[in-house]
């Protein structure tokens, strides 16, 4: 019997949540879309440069699998990262303000929007080659079962860089070291400009693991209740001892690859079904107030609480200085 499952959305009666539980994966939610919301403009004005990628649709997967973390697990990503740091706990203001490039940055404005690290978060990165965090997420797992303590490393990574081929030499270390590694493939079904249906022989993802014998699952990753369900009994899987996981986690993303995509490869009207019928915010919210847990009133209060933390970090990174010129030489690596 394969060791692979797909698994359907969670049935909210199977779960109870308390106001506090779901009104905090609410809020972290829309910070997450306001800050990318706020990044995009930003970056129309000219005050980002470089490559941007936005997280505006898929804040679901993050929010849930963070919230069944503790602290010492460590999380590395590639360079759609914004909202994993958010998500992480990082301060807006040094994310911001590594967006533009300025000393006050997570990475002294070294980074942008592609090499952030929080190492205080257990952060680790942001990650522009495609699929080149994957080893190092495996390393991390490695240290963790070399210093023997408890923690667990997810290495987060998009269906395109699961096409590469380290990732599967790193499938087969945490298999054969049993390492306490989880693998969330965000599946947001175009890699770039392809269609999953063009790009890979199998977009079933989550039994990419099966020839290792690691367990794979497919979760409904527009539900962040379902993710944090099925990330709470990955982890306590993975902390164990029982080996590493995949999840192929079913999302979407509302922009293009990047900032400089428009997006010809699909119509607006399947971008619009998802926004209607599958958003993770204001499905969220329905819940919320099917439940008697919040009105307008109370959502209006978190609205305005996000703007003015979104609009203090603009204020923050605009105000910040540019790196030094002496910056050039500091954090090289030189062998001889």
Known sequence: ???????????????????????????????????????????????????????????????????????????????????????????????????????TGCSRGKGGSMHMFDLNRHFYGGHGIVGANVPLGTGLAFANQYRGNDNVSVTYFGDGAANQGQVYESFNMAALWNLPAIYVIENNEYAMGTSTCRGAASDEFFRRGEPWGIKGEKVDGMDVLTVYEAAKKAVEYVRSGKGPYIFEMKTYRYRGHSMSDPAKYRSKEEVEKYKAEKDPIENLRKKIVEKGFAGEKEFDAIEKQIKEIINDAVEFAKSSPEPDANELFTDILVGN
Do not use: N, W
């Open 1 to 103: 019997m394969s060791k692979s499952q797909s698994v359907k959305s969670l049935k909210q009666s199977e779960v109870s949540y308390t106001k506090e539980q779901l009104l905090a994966f609410y809020t972290t939610m829309l910070t997450i879309r306001r800050f990318e919301e706020k990044s995009g403009q930003l970056y129309g004005m000219g005050l980002i440069g470089g490559f941007c990628h936005l997280y505006i649709g898929q804040e679901a997967v993050v929010t849930g699998i963070q919230a069944a973390l503790k602290e010492g697990d460590q999380v590395i990503t590639t360079y759609r990262d914004h909202g994993h740091m958010v998500a992480a706990g990082t301060d807006p203001k040094v994310i911001l303000a590594e967006l533009l490039g300025r000393e």
